[in-house]
């Protein structure tokens, strides 16, 4: 589940609006994993599942959650309620479909499969978010340092050599050509993530036929993740996209952020990457959850922009733009949270 493929063209767009789940394979009969690494996408498993997903409900009821436009950002706000955007890409077993054409494509031919978004924002992602890490680590090696004028190269280099020590993970990683692009960077610590095992397998045989075998592949749904350890830095690439095409989008979207607060480290970075939600929605989206979960901020922590549990950091401004309405945007946006965490607050 790595990011969000246009329907064939022989596909009636207006069909995948009205899709529901019964028209579709079931999560539960195309299940590959059968262990509790695998989770079932219809939260009905558990008492703890159902409770997790009333909790949502309510949440969502309660905040009047507005669903992602696609692509403008003068659009007006849509009501939850009375539209919400569904499709095939939002449903666990098109991702395995289409995951085990790939890795049949792989075998045969030798075919990495979709770089979603295209090798040129996925390169640019890493070299940005490695760009953002190195900034971090030189402003707390130079705060433990501040006595030493002199300390700048050394900092420097420091900085770039710490890479290796970032524990990261890109969560719904897909075919995991981010986790090889980041590894270029000077990341080692990477593990990646989905809930298809299709997408597992393949990552792994591309990792393993690049040289890239220090990479930990894992199937978990970050939506209910398994995960008991917490990274420095956290990748999403499309996942989010593909989470909100759900017919319980909404409803999924405000676990995601929940699953994001247990996965990201205290102090640690989330990256978004997205073709459907703007910088300024996902920025929306942060402050919908730091409200449900710690209410008011207060008013000189908000002043500063770093209220809550995660706050705004950067984005990428370097994507191509165009004008539309009056309105000048990109067809991707790529965002980056720091997380300060319930101990931090």
């Known amino acids: 589940m790595a990011g969000i493929r246009l329907p064939p063209e022989d596909i009636d767009i207006s069909q995948a609006r009205t899709l529901s789940t019964a028209d579709l394979i079931s999560d539960d009969d195309r299940s590959i994993a059968a262990d509790s690494w695998s989770i079932k996408s219809d939260y009905g498993s558990t008492l703890d599942d159902d409770q997790r997903h009333a909790d949502a409900s309510e949440a969502l009821a309660a905040a009047r959650f507005c669903a992602a436009s ?7 706000e849509a009501d939850a309620e009375t539209f919400t955007f569904t499709s095939m890409l939002g449903y666990q077993s098109y991702w395995d479909a289409t995951y085990a054409d790939e890795l049949t494509n792989f075998r045969e031919h030798g075919d990495a499969g979709e770089v979603w978004f295209g090798a040129d924002v996925m390169e640019m992602v890493a070299s940005w978010t490695k760009g953002l890490c190195i900034d971090i680590s030189q402003r707390q090696l130079q705060n433990q340092h501040n006595d030493l004028d002199d300390d700048s190269v050394s900092v420097s280099e420091s900085a770039s050599q710490d890479l290796a020590g970032w524990s990261v993970v890109d969560v719904g990683t897909g075919n ?3 986790l090889q692009e980041l590894a270029k960077q000077g990341f080692s610590d990477l593990t990646g993530t989905d809930y298809s095992e299709g997408a597992i397998n393949l990552a792994r045989s591309l990792a393993n036929r690049d040289g890239f075998t220090g990479i930990k592949l894992l199937v978990d749904d970050v939506l209910e993740t398994k995960l008991d350890k917490k990274f420095e830095l956290v990748m999403d690439k499309g996942t989010l996209d593909a989470i909100g095409l759900h017919q319980d989008g909404p ?13 990201v480290a205290p102090g640690g970075l989330l990256v978004i990457t997205s073709s459907n939600n703007t910088k300024e929605e996902l920025v929306q989206e942060v402050e919908n959850f730091n ?32 004008m539309f309405g009056g309105s000048v945007g990109s067809r991707v946006a790529t965002v980056a949270f720091c997380f300060r965490g319930y101990d931090m607050i």
């Open 291 to 322: 409200q449900r979960n710690i209410g008011e901020v207060e008013e000189e922590e908000e002043e500063e922009g770093k209220g809550g549990l995660f706050w705004y950091l950067d984005h990428i401004r370097s994507y191509p733009t165009f």
């Open 70 to 76: 696609d692509y403008s950002s003068d659009k007006e």
């Open 176 to 178: 995991g050509l981010l």
């Open 251 to 263: 409803i999924k979207r405000i676990i995601y952020w929940e699953s994001m607060s247990r996965l």
